[in-house]
């Protein structure tokens, strides 16, 4: 996402490169190119001429230090401005409601009902709540059939009432429910409208009225751009929004609504949903985006994700294993397992400080590891639990086994040690502690 804003963006910082000092002449060329990049991005102009005119402030304001480079100080004024654009700090759900209730509002298409699943699933797993998922949408079955499925796959329970054609009426008794079972969180799918549709309009004007929600979240389609602006600005007038989701941020976006969306309706982005897998949806972090955007990466949310999966008995186990030397292939083949719980293996090292750029234009699958565990699994128990013993004759039969030629075999095999070696000095230097083991040499997914 925001590739070519990215490139753009790196490319009007090459104006000041090699600059002694910031001056009126460099500054309005560097800007001015900003301008064009944030246009270029579906960015309304009036809001990109006012984005660069307080950057421009900010750099003539500034006194550069002798340690650091006209270049980077703009960096640093570009990445500050666009977190503040994009509302400065997260923004987390009210969750104070007994129960909380949460009305989810958009346009047809938007992803309304993949991410009131995915907030279901987030609530769950994150929050530790109890929520109860509605199906709210009378108009399209198909929308009912798609929630209960998704209910079902992350285990949170669905109201339906299939024959009430009443969406008020629907939302009222999912409350009741809610109430009677313990159901501390009430997700509330509508159905999807246009904002000129004014009898659907109205009609979730109405379910507002009716349930009074703690949230009312406007999911948006950040693949529409300033469209999607205009669409929030009609819905925000008649609805009161709290918050927006920005959902197909890793579809092939110039960004456009993310940069003003928060800007236009005074309200935050909340979370920002990619991928149709249901734990595919992350708090949106303003700070965090601004480095994405500018090419940093993204460390903090890398971390976290390895957290999320992190096992500190498993993890403890490893390690005594790594210093007995005696991490062999199924602890490999885990470690695996793990990373890929992580989520889309392109969008995780794209979080690395400098990869994001260098791997843009490599279509890494999210079976990129499956050539990797088709050679381990050809291997016996004995042979993963004993690494030593795989010989020439060994490796001849694993090759014919995981359909594989002896020369990627012999390469994995080389690579696994060399790892082995480092995740042991790793060991020594930092006295433990390995967590997850995230250092692969040479083991990056391969290119399709």
């Avoid at 601004?290 to 390690?319: C, N, S, W, Y």
């Amino acid at each position: 996402m925001f590739d070519n804003l990215s490139e753009r963006l790196e490319s009007a910082f090459k104006q000041l490169k090699g600059e002694g000092r910031i001056n009126e002449i460099n500054v309005a060329t560097t800007v001015k190119e900003i301008r064009r990049a944030l246009v270029d991005a579906d960015v309304n102009y009036k809001i990109a001429k006012e984005f660069t005119d307080k950057v421009k402030d900010k750099a003539m304001g500034e006194k550069v230090l002798t340690s650091v480079s006209p270049g980077q100080l703009m960096v640093k004024i570009v990445k500050d401005e666009l977190a503040e654009l994009m509302g400065g700090r997260e923004e987390e759900l009210s969750l104070l409601g007994k129960p909380t209730i949460i009305l989810i509002a958009g346009l047809q298409g938007s992803g309304k009902t993949t991410f009131s699943g995915k907030l279901a699933n987030f609530l769950k797993t994150k929050k530790g709540r109890h929520p109860l998922l509605v199906a709210a949408d009378i108009y399209r079955p198909a929308a009912m059939e798609q929630l209960r499925v998704l209910g079902e796959q992350i285990k949170v329970p669905v109201f339906i009432e299939q024959e009430n054609k009443d969406a008020v009426s629907i939302a009222n008794n999912a409350i009741a429910h809610a109430k009677q079972n313990n159901h501390n969180v009430v997700i509330i799918d509508t159905a999807g409208r246009l904002a000129i549709d004014e009898v659907m309009m109205q009609e979730v004007a109405n379910i507002k009225s009716a349930v009074k929600p703690d949230e009312i979240l406007f999911v948006v389609d950040s693949m529409t751009g300033q469209d999607a602006v205009n669409t929030a600005k009609a819905f925000n007038d008649r609805l009161d929004f709290t918050g927006v989701v920005l959902t197909k941020l890793d579809g092939d976006t110039r960004g456009g609504a993310a940069l003003s969306i928060k800007y236009t309706v005074d309200k935050p982005i909340k979370f920002v949903s990619m991928g149709e897998k249901l734990d595919a949806l992350d708090v949106f972090y303003p700070e965090r985006m601004a480095q994405r955007i500018l090419g940093m990466g993204d460390i903090t949310t890398l971390v976290e994700r390895a957290q999320a999966q992190f096992d500190e008995v498993q993890a403890k186990k490893l390690e005594k294993k790594i210093r007995a030397n005696k991490f062999d292939f199924e602890d490999f083949k885990e470690q695996l397992q793990q990373i890929k719980k992580m989520g889309n293996i392109k969008d995780l090292l794209a979080m690395i400080p400098g990869v994001g750029k260098a791997i843009k234009d490599i279509d890494i699958s999210d079976d990129a590891f499956k050539g990797i565990e088709a050679i381990i699994n050809s291997m016996t128990p004995f042979e993963r639990a004993n690494p030593d013993v795989i010989d020439g004759s060994r490796r001849k039969r694993i090759a014919k086994g995981c359909g594989k030629d002896i020369n990627e075999v012999n390469a994995f095999m080389k690579q696994f040690e060399q790892m082995k070696q480092m995740m042991g000095m790793m060991n020594k230097m930092k006295g433990g502690g390995m967590g997850m083991g995230m250092g692969m040499p040479g083991m990056m997914p391969g290119r399709r």
